[in-house]
Each structure stands twice: as structure tokens, then as C-alpha cells.
């Protein structure tokens, strides 16, 4: 069936580099990927969205990339720090009014 | 960005009670609600698709006896979690779409049954 998800289930940078988080899909008809970090307790928090007639998008200290030709789409955090330490989830959605699928999550951990 | 509140979000039940959350759109309308179920170190399971004024979706699965859902005003959905039982423990999340793509989620409600 159809899926979302994730390539490692956690990652581990140093304050100050930059991390990259990668999430496959499976479904060639999504048009619309948001991130989501989630902290412990807490409910998802939304970082960043794009459509799938874009290939790049940019906020602030973040960048999604999405690659509709191998179905990969990726976050990139520059300059991590310690309160970007969270839980990440990709998720999908296919058609405007369907719901959103979400990714298996990944851990990212900033060592000091 | 959009506030979805989402009340209580902890709390603790005996076994056979039921258990009311509420969700609102504080700043927004919302005619769409969803109700998700999070199990530790999980992804987030989509439980139920909530329109304001209609009977709520149940994804396949979940019983719509058991969670019971009530999108009665534009703002405010309720999940009651009926005769609640141990393994219904868990983190349930709301979240709310604006009339834009961009989905918001409440701050969750940790649910143990004792």
C-alpha cells in the first residue's frame, strides 16, 4: 500500500552544524508535504509546507527539498540547536480535501 | 499561526468511566477537525475525520461507539472516549485545517486508565 516514511529513525548532530532529514513517499499522487516537529508531551508543531509544484522552499533556519522523480522529500535545519531537538514527522496529503498521512518520525539530537 | 487548545491534557480515569476532550479553533473556524491516537515513540494514528454539523468519519478500525465525536460550532469538536479500559491509554491529539491547506494540532491529551 501506500506509505510515508523515513530513512533513519534517529540522527545526531553538533550544535551549530547543520542537519538534513530525509523522508520517502510512496504515493506519486501527493501534492502538498508538510514537517512537523513534535516535542515530548506536546502535540505537533508546524515548521514548513510545500507543494508539489515546487521544488525548494525556505523559511527562517529551514529548507524543504522535494524530489517528485525518486519521491524523496528532505528538511534541512541550519545551524542546529539545542531547542531544535525533537521528534520530526513528514507527512502527505493527496487532493485538497484528503487527510494527511504522517511518517514514522525521526529523532534529532543536538549534542552541546 | 493558527491556536487550536485542546483540554485536559492530562488525565487519569479508573477503568469503565468515560472521558471527555475538547478541541477549539480559537482564532479561526473550523470546518474540519481531526482526532488523532499517538502510542509512545510512535507516528500519529488518524482516528477520525470531525465536519461541523455532520457525523464524523471513523478511519478503519476504530469504533465510533467507543470514541465517540461531536463537531457541534465552527470551534469546538469533543472526542469522548466511552467505558474507557487500560489499553485505551494514550496520546490523543487534535488538530484543526483553516480554510488554507495548513493543518494545526492541539497540544494533546495524555489519557491513562487505571
Known amino acids: 500500500g501506500e506509505s510515508v516514511g523515513l530513512h533513519l529513525p534517529t540522527l545526531s548532530v553538533q550544535e551549530g552544524d547543520n542537519s538534513i532529514i530525509n523522508c520517502a513517499y510512496s504515493?506519486?499522487?501527493?501534492?502538498?508535504f508538510i514537517w512537523y516537529k513534535q516535542e515530548s508531551g506536546k502535540g505537533p508543531q508546524f515548521i514548513i509546507d510545500i507543494r508539489s509544484n515546487m521544488d525548494k522552499r525556505q523559511g527562517q533556519r529551514v529548507t524543504v527539498l522535494l524530489n517528485k522523480t525518486v519521491k524523496h522529500l528532505s528538511l534541512q535545519i541550519a545551524a542546529t540547536q539545542p531547542g531544535d531537538s525533537a521528534v520530526y514527522f513528514c507527512a502527505e496529503r493527496t487532493g485538497a480535501n484528503s487527510k494527511l498521512t504522517f511518517g514514522k518520525g525521526i529523532t534529532l539530537s543536538v549534542r552541546p | 499561526g493558527a491556536v487550536v487548545s485542546q483540554h485536559p491534557s492530562r488525565v487519569i480515569c479508573k477503568s469503565g468511566t468515560s472521558v471527555k476532550i475538547e478541541c477549539r479553533s480559537l482564532d479561526f473556524q473550523a470546518t474540519t477537525m481531526f482526532w488523532y491516537r499517538q502510542f509512545p515513540k510512535q507516528s500519529l494514528m488518524l482516528m477520525a475525520t470531525s465536519n461541523e454539523g455532520s457525523k464524523a468519519t471513523y478511519e478503519q478500525g476504530v469504533e465510533k461507539d467507543k470514541f465517540l465525536i461531536n463537531h457541534a460550532s465552527l470551534t469546538l469538536s469533543t472526542l469522548t472516549v466511552t467505558s474507557a479500559h487500560p489499553e485505551d491509554s494514550s496520546f490523543y491529539i487534535c488538530?484543526?485545517?483553516?480554510?488554507?491547506?495548513?493543518?494545526?494540532f492541539g497540544s494533546g491529551t495524555q489519557l491513562s486508565v487505571l
Open positions: 488538530s484543526a485545517r483553516t480554510g488554507r491547506e495548513k493543518l494545526f
Open positions: 504515493n506519486s499522487a501527493s501534492d502538498y
